[in-house]
């Protein structure tokens, strides 16, 4: 469904891993054998894609509150961000024109866990004038 590890980054090497994420990251602290190191089996991938990043980046913050709100989990995957904006092979994959710019990655899907409850917290300290 989505591509390859080697798609992604490209095979020209370390030095194309670095154009795309500039140090401190470095390449043998991810694990690129698992091919889905990225998206972990998630249901369905949203693209927030504008010219301007603040109108995605709204959409994708409300994007989030309706996903949790329907039982959803949601992940930002902002690796994926990196790669798209960067990667002329992935941009032209999704259809992406040249003044398209992606926002926001979001993966989801059903969690795993449900929580209860949340955690304890002490009261909060506000005085409403």
């Not at 994420?21 to 693209?47: E, H, M, S």
């Not at 301007?52 to 709100?69: K, Q, T």
């Not at 040249?98 to 005085?127: F, I, M, N, Q, W």
Request: hydrophobic fraction near 45%.
């Amino acid at each position: 469904m989505f591509p390859d590890v080697d798609f992604i980054l490209g095979k020209s090497g370390p030095e194309r891993f670095t154009a795309v994420f500039p140090p401190p990251f470095k390449r043998d602290r991810i694990n690129f054998g698992d091919d889905n190191f990225l998206f972990k089996d998630c249901n369905a991938v949203i693209l927030t894609v504008s010219p301007r990043d603040d109108n995605a980046a709204i959409a994708s913050a409300n994007m989030e509150l309706v996903a949790n709100g329907l039982g959803l989990g949601m992940l930002y995957v902002g690796f994926f961000v990196r790669i798209a904006n960067a990667n002329k092979a992935i941009r032209e994959w999704l259809g992406l024109s040249e003044t398209d710019h992606v926002a926001a990655c979001l993966a989801l899907g059903y969690p795993d866990v449900t929580y209860y409850r949340s955690v304890p917290r002490k009261p909060a300290k506000a005085r409403w004038i």
